[in-house]
């Protein structure tokens, strides 16, 4: 088995920061993701990596940025937090296989003032 | 793009009845694979059940799921809920060759048994 960690858990910023959150991962598994949660909108997908180095756009891509550092750590900055913004970042891994499972992390939860 | 639709909001049911939460797809693939996540209060998503074969019944933890490529469908069925099924639901869809297994999620389902 393993497990992903996420920092921090709780995360305060005001309008206009630079905040960084950051996911861990010890699967040995080659792809990592980060999700957004948001009441009623489900899950969706900000960037995944592939392979260390490697950076894959998703759906709700603008306004973030993301690092792959090395195979077990994956970081998401929000370039400028939205005022009142409010949401859960997950961060999940899986093999590099279609149809393979995804592992979550118990999320960062954002809050903006 | 690819897209699910889950039964939208809350479903509320009496413990011990039978209960289907409802997942359709669009995707241009022929071949796509179709997953349930559950997320009990204060967890993280976990998967319950996938499928890619069609007309072939999945089961897992007295859930159990047929995709029906005909209807792009991928309905949750239980034939008697527990206080312990409580949670979100989502439906999730990947297409094969990708390489990414990159997941589109549906909005969820909350699902809320009552004693």
């Known amino acids: 088995g393993g497990i992903i960690t996420q920092t921090p858990k709780f995360l305060i910023g005001q309008e206009g920061q630079k905040l960084t959150l950051k996911c861990q991962q010890n699967f040995n598994h080659d792809t990592m993701y980060w999700y957004r949660q948001d009441s009623g909108k489900g899950l969706r997908l900000i960037y995944y990596s592939i392979t260390e180095n490697d950076l894959q756009k998703g759906d709700l891509s603008e306004g973030y940025d993301a690092s792959r550092e090395k195979k077990s750590s994956f970081s998401l900055t929000v370039t400028s937090a939205q005022k009142n913004e409010m949401a859960v970042f997950l961060c999940?891994?899986?093999?590099?296989?279609?149809?393979?499972?995804?592992?979550f992390g118990p999320g960062t939860r954002l809050t903006v003032l | 793009g690819d897209s699910v639709t889950q039964t939208e909001g809350l479903v509320t049911l009496t413990e011990g009845l039978p209960v289907m939460l409802n997942c359709t797809y669009q995707?241009?693939?022929?071949?796509?694979?179709l997953f349930w996540y559950v997320q009990h209060l204060n967890e993280s998503p976990r998967l319950l059940l996938k499928?890619?074969?069609?007309?072939k019944r999945t089961e897992h933890q007295g859930f159990h799921a047929t995709l029906h490529k005909s209807s792009s469908s991928f309905h949750l069925q239980k034939s008697s809920a527990q206080l312990s099924d409580s949670a979100l639901y989502y439906c999730?869809?990947?297409?094969?060759?990708?390489?990414?297994?990159?997941?589109?999620f549906g909005k969820g389902t909350k699902f809320s048994l009552i004693p």
């Open positions: 499928s890619f074969t069609d007309n």
């Open positions: 999730a869809l990947s297409d094969p060759g990708t390489g990414s297994n990159r997941l589109t």
């Open positions: 999940a891994s899986s093999i590099e296989t279609d149809y393979a499972e995804q592992f």
């Open positions: 995707t241009i693939y022929s071949n796509p694979f």
